[in-house]
């Protein structure tokens, strides 16, 4: 499967949203590696029925994931 990137022409990212955008990979991708590090993570995680509930849980870790980008 292919995916076409630009296809829909919304605004664009500004330089700042791409650096929350990266902080926000960065922070979900620290919070899979807790995942498989800190016991009782991943069953918490399941869990969880809402992504206000993974948000709130995450940020109980220290993680900010919460922001989407375009997100005031």
Do not use: Y
């Amino acid at each position: 499967m292919m995916l076409i990137l630009n296809s829909f022409k919304g605004p664009s990212m500004s330089s700042e949203e791409l650096k929350r955008f990266i902080f926000k990979v960065n922070q979900l991708n620290k919070l899979l590696e807790s995942l498989e590090s800190v016991p009782g993570r991943k069953e918490s995680l399941e869990a969880c029925h809402t992504h206000e509930e993974v948000v709130d849980l995450a940020g109980s870790w220290g993680f900010d994931i919460g922001r989407r980008w375009g997100d005031n």
